[in-house]
């Protein structure tokens, strides 16, 4: 009885190996009737890189606008395109308007100059704008006055009642 289900186990183990190698087989035909598709030729270009030129806003000083880009080459299809672009109303003007600083604190007033600094470091540029890494700024104080020394309430009041006296 051992040895009949023994047969049994190796006529099973027998059939689900050809199984296996028919499907092998299979597959290998499969992948051999495909053909090779021929490798992507890599195109070097020999076109430069995009330069781009400052936003220029449709109109006032910010908002909405267009740059142009241009780039070099003999075989290039495309030497010269525009951009939509957008320069933010509330960046302060005086460093290039595609150029934000982090401000630190004003600092104390110079009384030989009469004005006060402060620096900025670059928080972002748009476009790859070439903006400087820190800038320094100046204001007027306002008004300088000079603390006059005053005396007590109470000595002027003592002199403005002594003075009534006298009278």
């Known amino acids: 009885m051992q040895s009949q289900q023994y047969l049994q186990q190796r006529r099973k183990f027998a059939a689900a190996f050809l199984a296996f190698i028919c499907i092998l087989a299979a597959?290998?035909?499969?992948?051999?009737g495909k053909k090779e598709k021929p490798?992507?030729?890599?195109?070097k270009s020999d076109c430069g890189e995009w330069q781009?030129?400052?936003?220029v806003p449709t109109s006032g000083d910010c908002g909405l606008g267009t740059r142009e880009g241009t780039r070099t080459g003999?075989?290039?299809?495309?030497?010269?395109?525009?951009?939509?672009?957008?320069?933010?109303?509330?960046?302060?003007?005086?460093?290039g308007a595609e150029c934000k600083y982090q401000?630190?604190?004003?600092?104390?007033?110079?009384?030989?100059?009469?004005?006060?600094?402060?620096?900025?470091?670059?928080?972002r540029?748009?476009?790859?704008?070439?903006?400087?890494?820190?800038?320094?700024?100046?204001?007027?104080?306002?008004k300088l006055t000079k603390p006059k020394?005053?005396?007590?309430?109470?000595?002027?009041?003592?002199?403005?009642?002594?003075e009534k006296m006298l009278d």
């Open 27 to 32: 597959v290998d035909t499969a992948e051999a």
């Open 39 to 43: 490798e992507k030729k890599v195109k």
């Open 52 to 55: 781009w030129s400052v936003c």
């Open 74 to 95: 003999a075989e290039c299809k495309q030497t010269m395109k525009t951009q939509r672009c957008k320069i933010p109303c509330n960046w302060k003007k005086q460093f």
């Open 103 to 123: 401000f630190q604190a004003w600092g104390e007033c110079d009384l030989n100059t009469a004005l006060k600094t402060r620096t900025g470091s670059l928080k």
């Open 125 to 142: 540029a748009l476009h790859n704008a070439d903006c400087q890494k820190t800038v320094t700024i100046s204001k007027p104080c306002g």
């Open 149 to 162: 020394p005053q005396e007590s309430k109470k000595k002027k009041k003592e002199g403005k009642k002594q």
